[in-house]
């Protein structure tokens, strides 16, 4: 009886720790499966001057990295989406940076994308040759910082006011559909967009050369993007400068590749182009690295225009808008 007992005893202490070494084995291979990491998010409108990251991705410079590019109808999406946190990074304007960080939205600048140099415009239609001949009429334009930003400028040139012409409230992804379909007789728009519309005749009035240096497209991060992934943040501008060097030494075949997504003639995204500037690595550290980085100082200035004409309610701290961490680390 007492070796029954005992060989029952050492039976169920057998089973526990079998039970326990299963248990152990288990956990064991759980943490040896494939590991998720969530892609970085990183959001654009169909705006030319982020095609280099999109060229990026066609030339393989992502591959194998968690990285997903969100194409988005209107920079209004991308800002509502940087807002909620459904975005880690986005390519947004610096004026509509300023706006996000007036709201309290923690995000830095790690990239200046392009700098506008008349790709930015009012198209009219033919008929309408100058600035003037705007009066009455109705202009379609994005409710954005830059396209309030362009629109007042333009008016104030022409000695214009807001009330002298019929504004149109007007998401990107509506500019060639109201074009069309005459509900409009200028719009505030960009690439590609302004390259379909004066091929199809249609009349520059304004562009962003009368604005040198103030239209400019930056990336932006949000904090909590640069504190868990800068790592990847850093794999991806390699990838854009990558991409940058490889439009400069294969123009063709990168203009080729670039005109794909947009769906638009190889000339035409070389028109485009043409039409702003793309600093390279060497660029953005001047831009973005030193005791008193320019884009700082662009944005000061431009801050206190916007919020001269009520487009900001007040001026926003920049002395922590840059991270320059990355291209400070970059090769040129």
Same mark, same amino acid.
């Given at each position: ?15 526990r720790l079998l039970q326990l070494a299963l ?208 790592? @990847?943040? /850093? #794999?991806? =501008? ?8 490889? %439009? *400069?030494?294969?123009? &063709? ?43 700082? @100082?662009? /944005? #000061?200035? =431009? ?8 487009? %900001? *309610?007040?001026?926003? &701290? ?15």
């Amino acid at each position: 009886m007492e070796r029954a007992r005992a060989s029952s005893t050492r039976s169920s202490r057998f089973l526990r720790l079998l039970q326990l070494a299963l248990l152990a084995c288990v956990g064991l291979l759980a943490g040896c499966g494939p590991h998720y990491t969530p892609p970085l998010m990183v959001g654009t409108n169909t705006w030319i001057g982020y095609e280099p990251l999109y060229l990026a991705r066609s030339l393989g410079y992502h591959d194998r990295l968690p990285l997903r590019l969100v194409e988005l109808g209107s920079t209004t999406q991308a800002m509502d989406a940087l807002r909620v946190g459904k975005l880690d990074l986005a390519g947004v304007t610096l004026d509509e940076a300023l706006t996000l960080v007036q709201e309290g939205l923690p995000l830095r600048i790690i990239w200046v994308m392009n700098v506008s140099a008349g790709a930015d415009a009012i198209i009219a239609r033919p008929g309408i040759r100058r600035l003037a001949d705007l009066r009455g009429q109705r202009i379609g334009v994005e409710q954005t910082a830059v396209g309030a930003y362009m629109l007042q400028a333009a008016l104030e040139q022409a000695g214009m006011q807001a009330s002298d012409v019929s504004v149109v409230p007007l998401p990107l992804d509506e500019h060639l559909s109201a074009w069309h379909g005459r509900r409009v007789d200028a719009v505030v728009t960009f690439d590609p967009v302004r390259q379909t519309l004066l091929n199809e005749g249609g009349v520059t009035v304004f562009d962003s050369r009368a604005l040198p240096g103030e239209i400019v497209d930056v990336l932006v991060a949000r904090d909590e993007a640069l504190q868990c992934c800068a790592r @990847r943040i /850093a #794999q991806l =501008l390699d990838g854009q400068r990558r991409a940058l060097a490889y %439009l *400069a030494e294969h123009r &063709d075949d990168a203009l080729a590749r670039m005109a794909q997504r947009p769906g638009v003639a190889s000339a035409d995204m070389a028109a485009a182009l043409n039409g702003m500037v793309l600093p390279n690595a060497t660029g953005n550290r001047a831009l973005l690295d030193g005791a008193s980085p320019g884009l700082v @100082r662009t /944005a #000061q200035q =431009l801050a206190q225009t916007m919020h001269q004409h009520g487009l %900001l *309610a007040r001026i926003p &701290d920049t002395t922590g808008l840059v991270d320059a961490r990355f291209v400070r680390e970059m090769q040129p």
